[in-house]
T-cell receptor, first 117, second 114 residues
Framework: DTEVTQTPKHLVMGMTNKKSLKCEQH?????MYWYKQKAKKPPELMFV???????INESVPSRFSPECPNSSLLNLHLHALQPEDSALYLC????????????????FGPGTRLTVT | KNQVEQSPQSLIILEGKNCTLQ??????????LRWYKQDTGRGPVSLTI?????NTKSNGRYTATLDADTKQSSLHITASQLSDSASYIC?????????????FGTGTRLQVTL
């Protein structure tokens, strides 16, 4: 299994809703990432988990809450989002964390298209 | 400030033609450079990864070049196909201590037409 899966593919939520995005990989990768991508823009790094611990938080608002239940799963909990949070949310994984200094490849999932109304 | 600039922003070519996409970077200290293909609404897929010592690397009809002296890279697509229509993103990795940090370019949107 050499892919990263994300669910749901599409999500529409109101500003008062609570929802979660899910990401899964079974490649034995020890680092997982959340990115946010607006239309026609490059992905922006949000969080990095290394060996199931949060290692990088790129000053993301607290209405986004990541969780790594185990080495294969990564969640992103959403609460009280704003319309400007509408974007494609990408999950990625890599064999090694970015702090290893090693040459590593990131594998991206297909993304969740989030619309906040 | 680390930056990655790509050109052109968008490109339309006829099926079967060749094209070259450019990437200029100011990332330092350089670790490696990657080219990704991203279909609309999908996650990026890696095409090539190049280190400092590599000048050229091919992946099927895709050939990437790297000039670490001028800090430029190009992605050449040969005999384009309709399925090549996508955004192509150049990503440069910097070595910061024992960490690696990626800087993404804004991408080139390629459309291949009949």
């Amino acid at each position: 299994d050499t892919e990263v899966t994300q669910t749901p593919k599409h999500l529409v939520m109101g500003m008062t809703n609570k929802k979660s995005l899910k990401c899964e990989q079974h490649m034995g990768h020890r680092a997982m990432y959340w990115y946010k991508q607006k239309a026609k823009k490059p992905p922006e790094l949000m969080f990095v988990y290394s060996y199931e611990k949060l290692s990088i938080n790129e000053s993301v608002p607290s209405r986004f809450s990541p969780e790594c239940p185990n080495s294969s799963l990564l969640n992103l909990h959403l609460h009280a989002l704003q319309p400007e949070d509408s974007a494609l949310y990408l999950c990625a994984s890599s064999p090694y964390p970015p702090t290893s200094g090693s040459f590593y490849e990131q594998y991206f999932g297909p993304g969740t298209r989030l619309t906040v109304t | 400030k680390n930056q990655v600039e790509q050109s052109p922003q968008s490109l339309i070519i006829l099926e079967g033609k060749n094209c070259t996409l450019q990437c200029n970077y100011t990332v330092s200290p350089f670790s490696n450079l990657r080219w990704y293909k991203q279909d609309t609404g999908r996650g990026p897929v890696s095409l090539t990864i190049m280190t400092f010592s590599e000048n050229t690397k091919s992946n099927g009809r895709y050939t990437a070049t790297l000039d670490a002296d001028t800090k430029q890279s190009s992605l050449h697509i040969t005999a384009s196909q309709l399925s090549d229509s996508a955004s192509y993103i150049c990503v440069v990795s910097a070595r910061v201590g024992t960490a690696s940090k990626l800087t993404f370019g804004t991408g080139t949107r390629l459309q291949v037409t009949l």
